[in-house]
C-alpha cells in the first residue's frame, strides 16, 4: 500500500484554478455582502430533483484528484443543515417538490441556491413533460445557474468558485 | 390456453425470462426471451383487463403497477395495487407493507440521501442492528421520458432516449437507435457499429472504474477512491478528445454517428487503454492484500442464484450471482470480437466487485480489437422521410454497463407513436431488498453501491 501511496505522490495530478469569464460577470453581480458572508468557505449540500443522473456524475468529480473541490474550500456536507448553498440538479419532478422545499427550509439562512445544469435552468429536454414543474427557479428562488447537460467540472466549480468571488 | 397464458406459465416456472411489459393503447404487450429468441405476445380484450402476470411471476409486480397507474388497461389479479411512479396527492401516506414482530424498529431514509446521489426513499425493519426488511419507494425522479417521446422524430426523441440514464446514455442511444432501424429498415454503416460499441465499452470502462472506487470507499478505503477516480477522470478526458463530449452524448442517432474518430483519437484510446492496462490490476492486487477491506465486501448482500435467474437479472448483478447472460452476445460487432463473460456464484459485494474488475479488463481488449480492426466507409444512412405503410415498429436488447436494457418503439407516420424503455434496474431493485435482508445497517450503503440500480432508469 505504501508503494501505492508514494506513486501518488509523485505524479500530482491536481490542476490550477479554473478561470471561466462567464462567471466572472456573474461574480461581479453578486453583492458584497454575500461575499462577506460567505467568507472563504462554502458548504454545498447537493439535491438531485429529478436528474438523469449525468450532472451528479459530473458533480461527484470535483472530488477528484483533478479538481479536488476542497482545496478552495468549497465542500458537501450531508444535511441541508449544515448548508450555505443548495445545488440542484434535474427538472423538478412533481415527486421531489415536496423533499426539495423540505431541504431547502431545513437550511439555515442566510442561504443561496445553485441550479447545475441545463434541466435545472430550465431549457433541458424535459422542461415540457408534464411530470415536471420546470426549472428549480419555478419552486425556490434561484441565485447562480450553471449551464450544461450536464455541465463540466471545470464549469461547475468556476460558478461555484464565483460564489466566493474568486474568479 | 391462450399464448398470454402460456407464457405466464413458461414464466412463472423459470423456462423463459421476463424482458419488459407494458401498455400501448388498448394493448398490454409482454417482451420475454427464451435462449437468444426474444418474442413479443400482446393481449387486447374489451374493458383493456388482461391476467395478471405478476400474480404467478412476482418479476413483472413492478411493471404491472406502472402500466395499471398510466394506461386504461387492468391487470386482473393483480396482488399489489398500490401507486409506484405516479405518487400523486396520497405521496405523504403510502401504506409501506406491515413488517411484524418483536422488538422491531423502523427506519425511514431519504427520499434525499447524504450522499451526492440520486433520490428514492428506503424504509428500513431492523431488530437491533440487523435488517428483517427493506422496502422500496420509488419514482421521485418520474420525468414523464415515454408520454414526452411521443408525437417527436426519431431525432428528437433520440435526445431524450440519451438523457433517460445518464450514466447509460450511449448505452440507450444505441438501443434506440437500433430499434428505430429497425422499424424503419434501415441499415447503418458498420463502421457506425463499430464505432458507437467503442464509446459503449468506453462507458461502460468508465462506470466500473467509478464503481470500484465508490465500493471500496463505502468501507472507508479512500486510496482505491482516488486512484479509480483518476482512472477515471481520464477515460472521460479521452472520450471528449475522441468525441467532443466526456459523457458522448448525442454521439449515436438513429441511422448511425455523429462524430468520427481522428487518428490522433487512436493514438489517444491506446495511450489510455495502456495507462488503464498498467495501473489497474496493481489496484486490483492492493484490494487484494487489503484484509480489512475484504472483511467488509466478502460474504456482504449476498444474492442467491435462484432469485438472479427468476428475475433475469441483468449485469454484473446477476453475473455475480450465477446468471450467463450478456446482450452483446447477440448483436454486431461483438458476434466478430473475442471477450470473455465472467460468472462467479457467490453473489456477494466482493463477486459484483470482482465481476467489474474482469470487465474493466475485457473492455480494454474490446477497445484494442475494435481501434485495430475498424472498418472504414460512411458514418449514417439517411433515415426515409416517410415510414414505408404509415407504421412499423422494433426493438432493442442493448448490454449498458448495467445490464440489458430493453427498448421498444412503434412509430407512425415519422413520427414516436410509443416507446418503452426498460431499465436492467427494474429486476435488481427488488433483489437488492432480498440481498440485504440479515445484514446490519451500517452496510447498506456498499451493498446498494455494489448494485449500483438506477434511479433515473427506473423512474423514467
Ligand atoms: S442537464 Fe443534462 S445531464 Fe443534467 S440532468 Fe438534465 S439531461 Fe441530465
Known sequence: ?167 | MSGWEEAERTLAAGEASLVSLWADGPRARLALLSGPELRILDHEAPGGHFPSIGRLHPPALRLERALAESSALVPDGLPDTRPWLLHGAEALSYPFLPAKGEHLHQIPVGPVHAGIIEPGHFRFTCAGETIVRLEERLGYVHRGVEALMEGKTPEEAAKIAARISGDSTVAYAIAFARAVESALGVVPPSRALWLASLMAELERLANHLGDVGAICNDAAFALMLSHCGILRERVLRASFFCFGHRLMMDRILPGGVTTDLSADGIAHLRALVAEIGQKFPRLLSLYDRTASLQDRTVGTGILRPDLARLWAAGGFVGRASGRDFDARRFYTPYDSLTFAITVRSEGDVDARLRIRAAEITESLGLITQILDRLPAGPLRSALPAELPGGSGEGFALIEGFRGDIFLHVRLEGGRIARCHARDPSWFQWPLLETAIAGNIVADFPICNKSFNCSYAGHDL
Open chain 1, 1 to 167: 500500500m505504501l508503494r501505492t501511496l508514494l506513486e501518488g505522490l509523485r505524479q500530482p495530478v491536481t490542476e490550477a484554478l479554473p478561470t471561466d469569464p462567464e462567471f466572472a460577470e456573474l461574480a461581479k453581480k453578486l453583492s458584497r455582502e454575500t461575499r462577506r458572508r460567505l467568507g472563504r468557505g462554502l458548504a454545498i449540500r447537493v439535491l438531485d430533483a429529478g436528474s438523469c443522473n449525468g450532472c451528479e456524475l459530473e458533480i461527484n468529480a470535483l472530488a477528484n484528484p483533478f479538481y479536488d473541490l476542497e482545496r478552495f474550500g468549497l465542500s458537501f456536507v450531508a444535511s441541508p443543515r449544515h448548508a450555505d448553498v443548495l445545488l440542484v440538479t434535474g427538472p423538478v419532478t412533481r415527486n421531489m417538490r415536496e423533499a426539495l422545499l423540505r431541504a431547502y427550509d431545513a437550511m439555515p439562512a442566510p442561504k443561496w441556491v445553485v441550479a447545475a445544469g441545463d434541466c435545472a435552468s430550465g431549457c433541458g429536454v424535459f422542461a415540457k413533460s408534464p411530470a415536471c414543474l420546470g426549472a428549480v427557479s419555478a419552486v425556490i428562488q434561484v441565485d447562480l445557474v450553471i449551464p450544461g447537460c450536464p455541465p463540466t467540472p471545470a464549469r461547475l466549480l468556476a460558478g461555484l468558485l464565483a460564489l466566493l468571488g474568486n474568479n
